[in-house]
Structure formats: structure tokens, C-alpha cells
């Protein structure tokens, strides 16, 4: 199954290549480089998002071409020791955040040619990666990939899970148990949450102490892996899935990204510079397809880096001064902050997939095909997200503190952020 998820992603990178930009006659049903850009943008992109929420991370653990190749590479590689700054903890943030930008300055979501450098390109990084380090493990996918923050995050709202037993597997003689590879460079026995678990299934009846099973959805936040959550885990929460990634979905579309521009417009003509206006750099660093009147200059680029860095600014003052008022009125500091950070996972995950769901809806009414409801049901996505993670604090409150009017205090303060968040979506929708 991994072979055949290899050959259709080398194919769907590779064919568009050939083929002209796509006209005003092209759609997804007469067009490859069309079909490919929906295929990739539209519907795997956004559902695998959706799936990691519904199941867990299933999609590395089977599906993944990118993580076959680098294991496939680590089995036949030199085999090294991983280097102690590999192991950093801040690289899948970054590596998210640099991707996610670039590939809105390369319009990867349009055209094909920023697509596969991007793709193309991560996945032969991981193939050098495994051949290099390790042996017949996963170490891009551990430690470098540029999703596996986000999908070890939406991944603990999951209801499915390899539960392991402690009591069974001390019961357990292990020469009774063959060794299992753990691909992921995950410690089995130790396990606690599921959120570096690629759910590939290998360990599956491991000792008799590991089987796949239910869980009540979010209880990993309250009671598991969400009690270790450090200061990388709550950035990648607040300032990037809940700020500068919406600001980055839907920047074409944002008024304050016209008002950052035409300022910035305004600057150089003031004091006489023209070339950021006029400058044209190649495809791979900006967006330059002239054949189909879609060009970046230098401002516009700088206008979209401002967005972003606003949003991730704005939505970090107005879930981070909440998060920590909150956690002084439950008499608790340090990592009671990135806790209770966890809450909100639900609705960053909400919202990065209503916001990669706008890039189907837009592909298929550019074909004319039009989903009734889809807007008033992203909308309301939103905010049944919204009052799970007020729900979700509330419960983690719990964890340290008794007071129940501390508690009620407490997320007050974070619903209200929570609510203004929610307003700010449904505006949007409502616009679209």
C-alpha cells in the first residue's frame, strides 16, 4: 500500500510538470494539472488534517510516502548516531512556520512547479536524512518533519489509540516477544499519549500490553501526553495555528492585507524607490507567471509577511494574556501555562482545517461547482470547537485546583478570548 502511495505522489508531482499553465477553459474533469492541483490541495491536504482528528496518526504510520522513503533509506544507510542538535524540539514549529510562508510567496497551491520543490524536495531531504541516520527508523519524520508538530497536536483529540498495559506487559516474559522496530523512535513501554505515535500498528499485541482501542476524544490533553506540553507546543498553538496560519489561508482576501500594502506602496513612493514595485525574481522565491497575469513583486511580499506576523502578534495577545491570568488565579505558574494551552487544540484544528477547506470549496467554484452550506457549516465547526476547548479548560482546571469559583474565574477569562476568535471566523464567513 506504502509502494502504491509512492508512485501516485511521484506521478501527481512529476506529471504537471509537462503540461502548460491551465487556461480559463481548464477544470478538474478536463485538466491534469488541474485534477492534481484539487487532488493535493483540496482534498488531501485538508482531509488528512481531518482524519489525524478522527483516527489519529494513521496517515504516517501507512499512508505516508514521504516516511516509507526515509525509512526505506535508513535500512540500507550508514546508520549514524542522531546528532544532539537534530533532536531540538523547536525545528517542526519552524520548519511549518518557513513552509507554510514560502509557499504562500510561491502560490504552491496554484501552480505546480513551487509544489513539487517543496514536496519534491522535503522528501528528498528525509530520503538523505534516513540514509544518513539511524537504522530502518523514521528520524525526518521524529525530529524534522514540518507537519509532524501539527499532526502530533490535532492527533490527541483523537478517540483511537495503541494503549499500552503496563500491568500486562510486566506479566509478559520477553522471551515470549519478538522485538518490534518502532520506526518513530518511540520508547513503547513508556508510552504516555499517543501524539509521536504513527499508529503503523507494528507494536499491535506487542507482550500481550499493547492493542489499538477507544478513548474518551481529548482525554490525552486533560490526563496524558497535555501534562508534558512545553513552551514549543504552545507556540505552535497560539501564534501559528491560530494566527498566522488563518492569516496565511486567506490573505488574497484580507483587508489588512491591503491596508499593509498600499502603506508600504505609499513609503516608496515617498522616498523615491521604485524597484521594490517593479522588481520580478524567479518562481521559486516569488510568485511570477506573467502568461496568466499573477506576478509578486517585492512589496506584496512584504505586505504578506507583515500579515502574518500580525496575526500571529494579535492572536498571541489575545489567548496568551488570558492563559496567563488564568493561571494566576488558579495559583499555579511555569508549565501549568502550556497546559492549559492544550485546551485550545480543538480549535486550532477547527480552524486549520475550515481554513485548508476554503481551498476546496474555491477550486470547485472556479469550476462552478457550488457546496451549499459549506460556509454556515465551517462556521459552526468553529464554534462547537470553541465550546469544546472552554469545556476542555474548565476540565483541566480541575486537574490543579478546587476551588470552583477560581475555575469558573479562570476560563471565563479564556472564553472570552475563545468567543472573540469564534466572531472573528464567522465574519469571514459570512463575508465569503
Not at 40 to 62: H, K, M, N, S
Amino acid at each position: 500500500m506504502q509502494w502504491v502511495m509512492v508512485a501516485a505522489y511521484v506521478a501527481l508531482l512529476v506529471a504537471p510538470l509537462t503540461l502548460p499553465l491551465p487556461g480559463s477553459s481548464d477544470y478538474i474533469w478536463n485538466n491534469l494539472a488541474r485534477f492534481v492541483q484539487f487532488v493535493f490541495w483540496g482534498v488531501w491536504w485538508p482531509f488528512v488534517i481531518l482524519g489525524t482528528a478522527l483516527v489519529g496518526r494513521f496517515w504516517c504510520g501507512l499512508l505516508c510516502p514521504e516516511g516509507a522513503l526515509s525509512e526505506i533509506a535508513s535500512e540500507r544507510g550508514a546508520g549514524r548516531a542522531i546528532p544532539s542538535w537534530m533532536k531540538w524540539s523547536g525545528w517542526p514549529v519552524v520548519a511549518f512556520i518557513s513552509t507554510t510562508i514560502y509557499g504562500q510567496l510561491t502560490s504552491i497551491y496554484q501552480y505546480p512547479k513551487p509544489a513539487a520543490l517543496l514536496l519534491g524536495g522535503s522528501t528528498l531531504v528525509a530520503m538523505a536524512v534516513g540514509a544518513r541516520y539511524g537504522k530502518a527508523k523514521r528520524v525526518w519524520c521524529r525530529f524534522l518533519c514540518p507537519v509532524s508538530g501539527v499532526f502530533g497536536t490535532v492527533s490527541k483529540i483523537a478517540p483511537l489509540h495503541f494503549r499500552v498495559e503496563p500491568d500486562a506487559w510486566k506479566r509478559s516474559s520477553n522471551a515470549d516477544a519478538a522485538g518490534v522496530n518502532c520506526a518513530p523512535l518511540i520508547p513503547i513501554k513508556t508510552m504516555q499519549g499517543s501524539s509521536a505515535c504513527h499508529m503503523c500498528g507494528r507494536c499491535s499485541g506487542h507482550r500481550g500490553a499493547i492493542r489499538l482501542a477507544w478513548r474518551k476524544p481529548a482525554a490525552d490533553i486533560v490526563f496524558g501526553s497535555g501534562r508534558m506540553a512545553a513552551r514549543w507546543d504552545t507556540i505552535l498553538i497560539v501564534p501559528v495555528l491560530l494566527g498566522l496560519v488563518p492569516a496565511a489561508l486567506h490573505w488574497t482576501a484580507s483587508d489588512a492585507f491591503q491596508i499593509i500594502r498600499i502603506w508600504l506602496v505609499e513609503q516608496c513612493v515617498d522616498v523615491g524607490l521604485t524597484w521594490p514595485l517593479s522588481l520580478r525574481l524567479p518562481w521559486w522565491m516569488l510568485t511570477d507567471y506573467p502568461s496568466v497575469n499573477d506576478v509578486m513583486n517585492v512589496v506584496d511580499a512584504a505586505s504578506l509577511l507583515g500579515l502574518v506576523a500580525f496575526g500571529a502578534f494579535i492572536s498571541s495577545i489575545l489567548f496568551l494574556l488570558p492563559l496567563v491570568a488564568a493561571a494566576a488565579i488558579l495559583r499555579r505558574t511555569g508549565k501549568l501555562i502550556h497546559h492549559l494551552a492544550q485546551a485550545l487544540i480543538p480549535l486550532a484544528s477547527s480552524s486549520l482545517f475550515c481554513g485548508l477547506l476554503a481551498l476546496t470549496t474555491s477550486q470547485l467554484r472556479s469550476d462552478g461547482i457550488n457546496l451549499p452550506g459549506v460556509d454556515a457549516a465551517r462556521g459552526a465547526l468553529v464554534i462547537l470547537a470553541g465550546l469544546w476547548s472552554v469545556e476542555l479548560f474548565f476540565r483541566i482546571s480541575s486537574v490543579y485546583c478546587r476551588s470552583l469559583q477560581q475555575r469558573i474565574v479562570a476560563t471565563a477569562l479564556v472564553a472570552i478570548a475563545i468567543v472573540v476568535f469564534c466572531t472573528a471566523w464567522l465574519l469571514m464567513f459570512l463575508g465569503t
